[in-house]
């Protein structure tokens, strides 16, 4: 019998899926708080991998105070310029000596962003169009003993804080997180003129579907309206055929609802971000650790991007109750829904959590008390084995949000 406070218990309320109203968001790559999400934990990667390299462990830092301040720009068909650049800062703190070896944090940080910028938002020139700076406080070096040696001991959690996951996804929630995953990906192979900042949001009325996708378009790539009005139809088109290849559900999609033609305003870009246009960004405003905002399920306010991988609960248990969650419904028949919840204690082994908690939705005829056992083993094992997420984490195999 395990020595954890692992509780399972009924769903106090209907699974989502039989709820009259669900909504769900998803801010896409591009939008200013995934671009401070995606560059804290970048940054975050780069310096445990370094860590690793010249101590041998990972030492104490975290970067998810990140802050983007937007810039502005003159976008124009055919190509306009950025007039004032996006400012991204990067903010926390990192261990810069230890047992005689310096690591020189803030160059790191920089290489980092410089990488992931590059990567994922082509449409930005690197020193010109986006100035990075990087304010690394200095973090504690003798932290050996709460870290562990290598990351294998257990170390202590570093905060008294809490994590929570679900699974399975809605069919809402597959057609939201589906929708910006696909247009930042293979639609934006073969169409260039749409940026990466796609938000998405999903709303659920009984059986109908309504999709609302705002995606900045990007100038150089498009000649003149036309281009721009079949781009929107396009786009439409490809998200309505996604969204019917997920659900049966009726479904309408929406494109750049703000949009008017007949006054010339529309969401034109020159880099494909509203960062360019006065729309700041913060870690942790934007998607959970599992790509969606969803006001239907319980949420963590923790920022997950950015936290150290090692003891930091904010992302260790927003990350590990997703994976349980969703391993549960793998591997255990007879679940419509269920809900995990971790909670620390400042200074106890991560391990070990004040209280695990599933709350399950069983399906019809099923019977909580059948599959309790089978559920609890599994949340006892990921728990024994939570180390081995810190390294998934620094290898970049997780996303955080």
Same mark, same amino acid.
């Given at each position: ?8 218990? %009924? ?29 804290? *934990? ?28 937007? !810039? ?8 306009? @310029? ?17 047992? &005689? ?16 910028? &590059?990567?994922?938002? %082509? *449409? ?11 304010? +690394? ?11 562990? #040696? ?22 809402? *929630? ?8 696909? +247009? ?21 009325? !009984?059986?109908?579907? #309504? ?15 036309? #281009? ?5 139809? =396009? ?10 290849? +997920? ?11 703000? =949009? ?55 992302? $260790? ?13 793998? @591997?255990?028949?007879? $679940? ?49 084995? $939570? ?15």
């Amino acid at each position: 019998m395990s020595s954890r406070n692992i509780q399972v218990e %009924p769903m106090a309320r209907q699974a989502v899926e039989d709820q009259a109203v669900e909504i769900v968001e998803r801010k896409g790559i591009g939008h200013p708080d995934s671009i401070c999400d995606g560059v804290a *934990e970048h940054v975050s990667e780069a310096l445990a991998r370094e860590y690793l390299d010249r101590v041998g462990t990972v030492l104490h830092y975290n970067t998810d105070e990140t802050q983007l301040v937007a !810039g502005s720009a003159a976008p124009a068909f055919g190509g306009g @310029e950025v007039t004032t650049p996006i400012h991204i800062l990067i903010v926390g703190r990192a261990t810069r000596e230890y047992d &005689g070896t310096t690591v020189p944090t803030e160059t790191i940080a920089l290489e980092a962003a410089r990488e992931y910028l &590059g990567t994922q938002l %082509p *449409e930005l020139d690197f020193g010109s169009d986006v100035v990075v700076d990087v304010e +690394l406080g200095e973090g504690s070096g003798d932290l050996r003993e709460v870290f562990g #040696d290598s990351g294998r001991q257990v170390p202590m959690a570093n905060d008294t804080s809490f994590g929570v996951g679900h699974a399975p996804l809605t069919e809402t *929630e597959q057609i939201v997180r589906s929708t910006e995953r696909r +247009l930042n990906a293979e639609y934006a192979t073969t169409h260039p003129e749409v940026g990466t900042d796609i938000k998405v949001m999903g709303k659920r009325e !009984g059986d109908r579907i #309504d999709v609302t996708v705002a995606a900045a378009m990007v100038d150089a790539h498009l000649d003149g309206m036309d #281009d721009y009005r079949q781009s929107v139809r =396009d786009v439409r088109e490809y998200v309505h055929e996604l969204a019917s290849g +997920l659900t049966d559900r009726s479904v309408t999609v929406h494109i750049n609802t703000a =949009d008017d033609y007949e006054e010339g305003a529309i969401y034109l870009t020159t880099t494909g971000t509203s960062a360019e246009q006065g729309d700041d960004g913060s870690v942790g405003r934007g998607n959970r650790a599992n790509g969606l905002i969803t006001p239907n399920r319980s949420m963590s306010m923790e920022a997950t991007s950015g936290k150290n991988p090692v003891n930091h609960i904010g992302k $260790i248990y927003n990350l590990l109750s997703t994976e349980i969650a969703h391993r549960v419904v793998d @591997e255990v028949e007879g $679940i419509r829904e269920i809900r995990i919840r971790l909670l620390s204690q400042i200074g106890k082994p991560i391990d070990h959590p004040h209280v695990a908690d599933a709350a399950v939705v069983t399906e019809s005829g099923v019977s909580l008390g059948d599959i309790e056992d089978d559920i609890t083993a599994i949340i006892d094992e990921e728990l024994a084995n $939570i180390t081995d997420l810190t390294e998934l984490v620094i290898a970049g195999e997780l996303t955080t949000f």
